[in-house]
């Protein structure tokens, strides 16, 4: 299994990117996928998840309402629609596949088994 983030840059505060996962070498369609982010001297923090199996998502407080994730099904992808950017929005941003098909325990390090490399989402004027 891969996972190829992308769709990171120098972004000003207010615009809206998007992010994508793409998947490769994963069959199973009862998995779940997560991004997560990284800023400068902080620990990674969940961001979002997306269950394959029921198409349930969550999202951390401080992005709810303003985040979104998605799937196309087709394209293997995940995507992280990034709006009202703010400059505390700036990290790496990692997607992750967890052979659990529901993200009920999304929070849990140790359920994510297989990481992309990550992008980097820089939010600044």
């Known amino acids: 299994v891969q996972l190829q983030a992308s769709g990171g840059g120098l972004v000003l505060p207010g615009t809206s990117p998007r992010l994508s996962c793409e998947v490769s070498g994963f069959t199973s369609d009862y998995s779940g996928i997560g991004w997560f982010r990284q800023a400068p001297g902080k620990e990674r923090e969940g961001v979002s998840c997306?269950?394959?199996?029921?198409?349930?998502?969550y999202y951390a407080d401080s992005v709810k309402g303003r985040f979104t994730i998605s799937r196309d099904r087709g394209k293997k992808t995940v995507y992280l629609q990034l709006n009202s950017l703010k400059p505390e929005d700036t990290a790496v941003y990692y997607c992750?596949?967890?052979?659990?098909?529901?993200?009920?325990?999304?929070?849990?390090?140790?359920?994510?088994?297989?990481w992309g490399q990550g992008t980097q989402v820089t939010v600044s004027s």
């Open positions: 997306f269950s394959l199996r029921d198409g349930s998502t």
């Open positions: 992750a596949s967890t052979n659990e098909g529901y993200c009920s325990r999304w929070l849990q390090a140790g359920i994510w088994n297989y």
